[in-house]
């Protein structure tokens, strides 16, 4: 008998305290309903993805672990953020026969992946060799592409500063509507500790304290 796990991970590098795990939380539990599944521990953690040896409590999940085993995440990038040794962190935990389920990227899922090595086996050398790699470009892509999104997400933000009207004749510090830019904002921010609030205040022309009042509206909302 399987057991299953969930694993949701934030990042440290700004504004400790300010990001939430809602929107893994919201997608594990959903996935969760859907299938049918009680999770025997759900580890959580706010530590930087780009490496396995400094995060105590996926640590402590590794150890934990049986052959059979699975781990549900909401995305690949919540695993790892890098992408050599997201890969070989990987193929090890599916060696070990553990399951690994990205909820929005079913594609590296370790079902799909087992699939797609289980038709390399009946191949000839070639055919097996080529079908192999494919399954390491198809890992190292999706890790690839999670962070490529999450620098162009900040640069968006970063040049929307350039680029803003800071001559709206709105006094700083005044709580007027939201616009849906400056609430898209938000919601990236809270899922991206990279992104600093003084970005988003020099571009929406917003002191600390607005800002801050903005994420209490989107958190609730949530």
Not at 12 to 26: C, D, F
Not at 45 to 55: A, I, M, Q, T
Not at 63 to 83: C, H, M, P, Y
Request: proline content about 0%; hydrophobic content about 35%; glycine content about 4%.
């Amino acid at each position: 008998m399987c057991n299953y796990f969930s694993y949701k991970r934030i990042s440290t590098k700004e504004e400790r305290g300010m990001q939430k795990y809602n929107r893994q939380e919201s997608a594990i539990k959903k996935y969760a309903e859907a299938n049918g599944i009680e999770f025997v521990a759900e580890f959580k953690e706010d530590v930087s993805g780009k490496n396995f040896d400094n995060r105590k409590e996926w640590n402590r999940l590794e150890k934990l672990l049986q052959r059979g085993d699975v781990i549900v995440f909401k995305d690949i990038s919540r695993f790892t953020r890098e992408a050599e040794n997201g890969y070989k962190k990987y193929m090890e935990l599916l060696e070990k026969g553990i399951e690994l389920i990205f909820i929005d990227n079913q594609t590296v899922s370790t079902p799909y992946i087992k699939q797609l090595l289980n038709v390399a086996e009946k191949q000839n050398l070639v055919a097996k060799t080529s079908l192999e790699s494919t399954v390491k470009l198809l890992i190292i892509v999706e890790l690839d592409r999670a962070e490529q999104e999450r620098l162009i997400l900040i640069n968006r933000i970063k040049n929307g500063i350039a680029a803003s009207d800071k001559q709206q004749g709105r006094k700083q510090g005044t709580l007027d509507k939201m616009t849906d830019e400056l609430k898209e904002d938000i919601k990236a921010f809270l899922q991206d500790r990279s992104i600093k609030q003084v970005d988003l205040m020099d571009k929406h022309n917003i002191s600390r304290n607005t800002l801050k009042k903005y994420i209490e509206i989107v958190k609730e909302n949530q």
